[in-house]
């Protein structure tokens, strides 16, 4: 991609809207634009790293044999009653009156509309166990929306929905859950670390959240000191009946609305405190919507049984957020390169120099060729300028071509989280980086 | 993927509630459920069909060098006052107030938002010709919603939007925008019938719709007997500059709001009177946004001018809709192959046969290794169950693998659209299909 035909607004000073680094890089660097409190739009560059977060979300839900579907972003209240939700859920749902004067909402999550569905078609224990996932836009009408996408109003949310016929069987969906969490945390570049945590609105009785640590975190974490580095184990492949999950379940780890200090078995010297972002959660909670809602399935005697049903949520939205708080310096954004919106980003000190513009225009399309997203910054600007954006937006390689290196023959060539600079032909600079990304 | 581990409720009766054909299709080949009226949930064979079409809208928009952002479909009314229309639009617009009581609405279009965005970070018309594009979900309040996603209440458009410096600018990207569609249908086995429309709510002064011929088409569409053949005529590679647009856009063709009998300068024998599903709707609208919400450029002159505008729609959802009315028979839906949501399906006349399992599993591996999107019914169902599955949901190629063909070393291989089947070796079956998609 040509950056003079591209869009990307990136801005010079921090703007005082943004308290916490990730909301001031996210705008600095042209990723989103705030529409109305909380309510974010997604630039170019921000929505090729939501897309390619989402990517890694859905292989992962697949893989653990999740099919995909896509819910309506408004519901009908009706539904909401069924479950007796609607009364109980707050202020933080958006509710609507239409033009007939019908109540609807705009989901803040999909229990109930998952349930009707599941009701509707689903007669057999046959057809189970089920997972359904969607990736769609929620709304939750936070009273005083903040840090940018981390806590916004109109959010991306990954939620599943597992369903079956009896309790053993939910909680081995329950598993299989938390591999994938893991798995997907460690393929976005995160080290996942899960609590126990309230059930709140949701309901039921066994509940984990991920978090990524950070400092700007919103919630305590209270664990035993060891989970850390249990946690850093998961950075690959994890699968149902790995015995880390059972470790991982098993290690004192609360969210603090679970962490009772009295009660707490760790002494204190082995007891670590941190803050937490909160990127997944997921829940068992049994028949409390299959029994409200009467979905049942014929068993294999014969008789009806309501339905085990689990949910299991990733913040897509707020993690690019929170992935910034994690990979980032002074200059700005380090994108893990899982998610990273583009693979390279190649520099012309001269535009408007003949070899220069070739040899960019060169490597470009030998890297394109190669599969690689190629940001080639073809403006007619400043240097330092060049780097500067460069710098900010954070992709994990850079090369610079200018008129004196290349009387040499060679680019130079930069790693965006080490800072390193080499000095490579066009050659080595191809291999180097297409190695990087095999 | 496995029948037995997919999500694929098709229904046997038509249901009640659908009067067209593709309402009724969609229902029954468990592409949807409707979740409130003119609200539907899309099942997992709905949803990639669906993200088939959004894939060949995208590369089209990207090829004509249009660039993907994502606005949110919550907006708020202030930006709506500014251009006017908040008070014009009527009650097809959702309108919602949220807990801190400010008027908000969900998004039926956004050339509010997007005049908000440029504003912001646009500056010089070194910057243009721009054209920023979405794929959102949308919300109109139809008085009477119906046809299923043909005219439902949420659905998905994509709607793109052009920034020029001057009226020149602004009527070529237009033009390329036009080429775009063409090319767009094209791709996905449509004739596209252009012609000039109403601008409506929208505003401006130059606007075609696209249209399908289709008996259940809700416009009248008037033209010159001509035009049918020149559409044929489309069906390949239209870019900007090819005459074909110029002779397009001269030939008598309006939707009935734009028709005058009187006036009408095509005699009655040559006039064509057809009905039509529109399915894109482009406007050129000059400066009727920037002049409202002050969005301007710094020309080379220095001065300051406002940006000449138009937008760009296409009815996603409404394309699946769109696509089975004209591509369907008695047994069911015609996949285009473009957009198919997996290109062959395979039959398994004995499940539990090890010769039926192993040579039913082989032709899945080797087609899914050639890179297609293979359904294999590995269920325990009756044949005439199998079968009028397969057709209902109607995949371009169905291979039949039973234990009397086995003896013989062979599969039964049917083209869903012609009916024809043929006895095909378990290479001649791969050849053939794999052929079929290059």
């Known amino acids: 991609m040509r950056l003079s035909r591209y869009y990307l607004p990136v801005l010079k000073e921090t703007p005082a809207e943004a308290s916490i680094v990730s909301h001031q890089l996210m705008l600095r660097a042209g990723l989103v634009r705030q529409a109305s409190a909380g309510i974010y739009a997604w630039l170019p560059l921000g929505l090729k790293v939501l897309k390619n977060i989402e990517a890694v979300v859905r292989a992962e839900m697949n893989r653990a044999g999740a099919v995909e579907v896509l819910m309506p972003t408004i519901q009908s209240a009706d539904l909401w009653r069924e479950s007796g939700r609607y009364d109980d859920y707050g202020q933080e749902m958006l509710r609507i009156t239409d033009r007939h004067d019908r109540d609807m909402l705009f989901g803040p999550t999909n229990e109930e509309m998952i349930t009707d569905l599941f009701r509707r078609d689903v007669r057999s224990y046959k057809d189970l166990p089920l997972n359904l996932y969607h990736i769609q836009w929620k709304f939750r009408d936070e009273v005083r929306p903040r840090f940018g996408v981390m806590r916004g109003r109109e959010f991306s949310m990954k939620d599943a929905y597992s369903f079956d016929l009896d309790e053993a069987g939910a909680r081995a969906s329950y ?126 005697d014969g008789g009806e049984v309501p339905v085990q049903m689990g949910s299991y949520g990733i913040g897509v939205s707020r993690l690019v957020g929170g992935i910034i708080e994690a990979s980032h310096d002074d200059e700005g954004i380090i994108w893990p390169e899982a998610i990273t919106p583009f693979h390279v980003g190649i ?36 240097a330092g300028v060049k780097f500067g954006s460069m710098d900010l937006i954070g992709l994990p390689y850079q090369v610079t071509i200018g008129p004196r290196g290349l009387k040499d023959g060679v680019f130079e060539v930069k790693t965006r989280a080490t800072g390193e600079k080499q000095t490579l032909s066009p050659d080595e600079t191809r291999n180097f980086i297409t190695q990087a990304f095999r």
Chains 1, 2 share one sequence.
């Not at 470009?364 to 400043?382: M, N, P, S």
């Open 175 to 300: 598993e299989a859950m938390f591999a994938a969490y893991l798995r997907t945390f460690a393929r976005l570049g995160l080290r996942g670390i899960p609590v126990r945590a309230d059930t709140g609105p949701i309901g039921g009785d066994l509940s984990h959240e991920f978090h990524i640590l950070a400092d700007t975190g919103e919630s305590a974490l209270f664990y035993d000191k060891a989970l850390e580095d249990i946690a850093s184990e998961t950075m690959r492949d994890v699968m149902p009946g790995d015995p880390i999950i059972e470790t991982l379940q098993n290690i004192y780890a609360m969210e603090e609305g679970q962490h009772d200090p009295e009660a707490c078995p760790v002494d204190a010297a082995s007891l670590s405190t941190k803050r937490g972002i909160e990127v997944g959660h997921i829940f068992f909670f049994g028949t409390k919507y299959s029994d409200a809602m009467g979905a049942k399935v014929q068993g294999p």
């Open 347 to 382: 520099i012309n000190l001269r535009r408007g120099d003949a070899d220069v513009d070739g040899a960019s225009e060169g490597l470009e399309a030998d890297l394109e060729r190669a599969g690689l997203e190629v940001l080639y910054d073809d403006r007619d600007e400043r």
